[in-house]
């Protein structure tokens, strides 16, 4: 089955800095790969996705770029407020079992 | 608005007891998941169902059980709860094979 890595484990920014956060996958037939954001008590929620026939993604200050010879995806976060605190998992789906893998987080603090 | 509604949202039980945790949605989507979330670990899949009377076995099914008798639930059953199995588990539904996951906010479990 499919193997997501994700890196690192904890990041800690100041305020306005950038976020970088990544991921690898073993499954070369994978072909979405979402980011979730989860707070504290709450289940994740989707905040940006990709597909594998797109290289790069953009949703304000987040984005998501896609290396699929590499099999490596990232969420980049600019301008990072206090709001972007929270747990950040990477995940891949296979086109064969529809089945998503996730990567086991990042958790990101934004120092003000 | 639609939602996913799980519970209880916290649960302590003993050893050996039978559990059942409640899921339940209102966005009509045939395909129902259950994952645990574990430090270290991300989410895991549990059980899945692509429609009523559907069931699958995710990665991590050993000592777990679900049902799907119609379209908005979907309980996951610990038949003889142990101490591994205390973990945050989270429900999610899709309305298609390739469509986000959209989860609920979490059931705590504790097995003492």
């Known amino acids: 089955g499919e193997n997501v890595e994700q890196h690192p484990s904890t990041l800690s920014v100041q305020e306005g800095d950038s976020a970088v956060i990544k991921c690898t996958y073993s499954?070369?037939?994978?072909?979405?790969f979402p980011w979730y954001k989860q707070e504290l008590g709450k289940g994740p929620q989707l905040i940006i996705d990709?597909?594998?026939?797109?290289g790069e993604k953009k949703d304000q200050r987040i984005a998501v770029t896609l290396n699929k010879t590499a099999k490596h995806f990232s969420l980049h976060i600019t301008e990072t407020q206090p709001e972007d605190s929270a747990v950040y998992f990477c995940?891949?789906?296979?086109?064969?079992?529809?089945?998503?893998?996730f990567g086991a987080g990042t958790t990101v603090t934004v120092r003000a | 608005d639609a939602e996913i509604t799980q519970s209880p949202r916290h649960k302590i039980t003993e050893t050996g007891r039978q559990v059942t945790l409640a899921c339940h949605q209102t966005?009509?989507?045939?395909?129902m998941f259950w994952y645990r979330q574990d430090l270290g670990h991300g989410l895991r899949l549990i059980h899945y169902?692509?429609?009523?009377?559907?069931?699958n076995k995710g990665e991590v099914s050993d000592g777990y059980s679900v049902s799907r008798s119609n379209t908005e639930d979907l309980p996951l059953t610990l038949e003889s709860a142990a101490s591994s199995q205390t973990s945050v588990y989270f429900c999610?539904?899709?309305?298609?094979?390739?469509?986000?996951?959209?989860f609920g906010n979490g059931t705590r479990l504790t097995v003492t």
């Open positions: 966005w009509n989507h045939n395909n």
């Open positions: 995940a891949a789906r296979g086109s064969n079992d529809y089945k998503l893998s």
């Open positions: 499954d070369s037939a994978s072909n979405y």
């Open positions: 999610a539904s899709s309305e298609s094979r390739v469509s986000p996951l959209h």
């Open positions: 169902s692509y429609g009523v009377q559907d069931t």
């Open positions: 990709i597909r594998s026939n797109v």
